[in-house]
C-alpha cells in the first residue's frame, strides 16, 4: 500500500505562487495532481512519469505550473505560479504503477491506484 502525504498549501493572492509537495511511502512510476473545487468533477492537473522524462499538463495551467520530483526524497513537487481565483481547490497527489500514458489518459482519476488527503489552496482577487 502506497501511503501519500501532500503538503504545501494555503491561501494567497492572485499573481502569487505556492509549490505544494507530496511525499510518498514507496516510489511509484506515474506520480500526478489534481484538484477539486466544490461541486466540481476531480481535474487532472499535471503528471510526471518514466523517471521524470515525460509530463503533461492541462491547458488551464500550461506556462504556470511545474511538476517536478525528487525520487532521493520520494517526493513530488508542484510549483504554481501566477495564481488566479479558478486555480482555488483542494489538491490531491495521486500515484499509479502505469507506464503508458496519452493526452487524455493521463487525466483520468479512475487510473490512479492510491491518493492523498489533499492540501487546499485558496487565491483571492
Known amino acids: 500500500q502506497v501511503q501519500l502525504v501532500e503538503s504545501g498549501g494555503g491561501s494567497v493572492q492572485t499573481g502569487g505562487s505556492l509549490r505544494l509537495s507530496c511525499t510518498t511511502s514507496?516510489?511509484?512510476?506515474?506520480m500526478a495532481w489534481f484538484r477539486q473545487a466544490p461541486g466540481k468533477e476531480r481535474e487532472g492537473v499535471a503528471v510526471i512519469y518514466n523517471g521524470a522524462r515525460k509530463t503533461y499538463y492541462a491547458d488551464s495551467v500550461k506556462g504556470r505550473f511545474i511538476i517536478s520530483q525528487d525520487n532521493a526524497k520520494m517526493t513530488t513537487y508542484l510549483q504554481m505560479n501566477s495564481l488566479k481565483p479558478e486555480d482555488s481547490a483542494m489538491y490531491l497527489c495521486?500515484?499509479?504503477?502505469?507506464?503508458?500514458?496519452?493526452?487524455?489518459?493521463?487525466?483520468?482519476?479512475?487510473?490512479?491506484?492510491?491518493w492523498g488527503q489533499g492540501t487546499q489552496v485558496t487565491v483571492s482577487s
Open positions: 495521486a500515484a499509479s504503477p502505469g507506464v503508458a500514458w496519452n493526452t487524455i489518459t493521463w487525466a483520468v482519476a479512475t487510473r490512479y491506484n492510491y
Open positions: 514507496q516510489l511509484t512510476y506515474t
